[in-house]
Nanobody, 124 residues
Framework: QVQLVESGGGLVQAGGSLRLSCAAS????????MGWFRQAPGKEREFVTG????????SYADSVKGRFTISRDNAKNTVYLQMNSLKPEDTAVYYC?????????????????WGQGTQVTVSS
């Protein structure tokens, strides 16, 4: 069992930056695929980026390429999402998720554990 807690969301002006954190507890997230998702009002939850079960960085959503960067600190059992050059369309609740098994994809249905989400609001 893995518990995930996101933090770092908030209100920021367009062009600003935020760093989200996802702290895992209960067991090490080593061997789990980790993903960042987001859900804007009235839209489906979408994959932003993540790590495969073996630790490889997965691709970024086209809408965030060149602006967002995922990283991890295995010693702290924490995954980060650095978000730069934020746009109003990045406004959403951001979720961290973990998938058991040898998973390396972006299908939200394959992720078994979810955090509570953290709100990111970008004003124009």
């Amino acid at each position: 069992q893995v518990q995930l807690v996101e933090s770092g969301g908030g209100l920021v002006q367009a062009g600003g930056s935020l760093r989200l954190s996802c702290a895992a507890s209960g067991r090490s997230f080593s061997g789990y695929a980790m993903g960042w998702f987001r859900q804007a009002p009235g839209k489906e939850r979408e994959f932003v980026t993540g790590f495969s079960w073996s630790g490889w960085r997965l691709s970024y959503a086209d809408s965030v390429k060149g602006r967002f960067t995922i990283s991890r600190d295995n010693a702290k059992n924490t995954v980060y999402l650095q978000m730069n050059s934020l746009k109003p369309e990045d406004t959403a609740v951001y979720y961290c998720a973990a998938a058991r098994g040898l998973y390396s994809g972006s299908d939200r249905k394959e992720f078994d554990y979810w955090g509570q989400g953290t709100q990111v609001t970008v004003s124009s």
